[in-house]
């Protein structure tokens, strides 16, 4: 498979963006589910520094799959489609990118808000650009949290879209973005 997008299909870069963002996402809204009802513990500690690192990973991966969009631009969709459904497809898309800019960022500086630190995999510890702030910390829990479930609804209504085209439109919009498609 090329490395780059064309011919109609995603490319093998373009495809690993997107299918490791899709398990990290997952991965995130789990352990995020799992551990906000746990009590002040080491291990809730240790929960909240995976999600914390795998957020970060999130946010470097959005990152360069920008540039690689940039320089690899994406297949056009099918021309079958109607004005309304490329409306619908490039405004989930540009959401999905947002949130995936905007959760990390948040979840970042409300830790700092918070005065906790970033540590990403227990090697490195982003400096506190802001310190402590009240006000920023409960403003960002409650953004981040809507944020986070908004995120989960948008991803249910895209792959539920995916899936569409897969089996009633028949068209080739899941297969393109599939390594045996
Ligand atoms: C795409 C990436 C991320 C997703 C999808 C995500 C999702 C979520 C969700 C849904 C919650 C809310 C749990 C609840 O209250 O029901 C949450 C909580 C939290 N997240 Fe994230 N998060 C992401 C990235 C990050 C990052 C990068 C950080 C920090 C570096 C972070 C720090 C936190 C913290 C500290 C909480 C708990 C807030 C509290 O105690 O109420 N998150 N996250
Ligand atoms: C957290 C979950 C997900 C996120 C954040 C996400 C994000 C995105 C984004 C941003 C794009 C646009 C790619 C571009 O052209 O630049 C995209 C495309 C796509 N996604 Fe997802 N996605 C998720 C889950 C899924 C799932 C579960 C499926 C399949 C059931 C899926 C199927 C597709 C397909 C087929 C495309 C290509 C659409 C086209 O050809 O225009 N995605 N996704």
């Known amino acids: 498979m090329r490395l780059r997008n064309g011919d109609g299909r995603y490319g093998a870069l373009a ?10 996402v997952v991965a995130l809204l789990a352990i995020a589910a799992y551990m906000t009802g746990l009590p002040l513990s080491p291990e809730k500690i240790q929960v909240y520094n995976l999600h914390k690192s795998l957020g970060v990973l999130v946010l470097a991966l959005t990152l ?9 631009p994406p297949p056009a969709l099918p021309a079958g489609m109607s004005a309304w459904e490329r409306r619908a497809a490039r405004t989930s898309h540009l959401l999905l990118y947002l949130l995936l800019f905007a959760q990390p960022l948040t979840g970042i500086v409300h830790s700092w808000s918070a005065n906790f630190p970033v540590v990403i995999f227990g090697w490195l510890t982003l400096p506190n650009l802001i310190g402590p ?28 879209a995916a899936l569409r085209h897969h089996f009633q439109l028949k068209d080739d919009v ?8």
Not at 64 to 72: I, K, M
């Open 15 to 24: 495809q690993f963006f997107h299918w490791a963002t899709v398990a990290l």
């Open 64 to 72: 360069l799959r920008l540039v690689w969009r940039w320089l690899s």
């Open 133 to 160: 702030d009240q006000w920023l910390k409960e403003i960002l829990e409650e953004t981040h949290h809507l944020m986070g479930w908004a995120l989960c609804g948008l991803f249910l209504v895209h792959a539920a």
């Open 174 to 181: 899941l297969r393109r973005m599939l390594p045996w498609g």
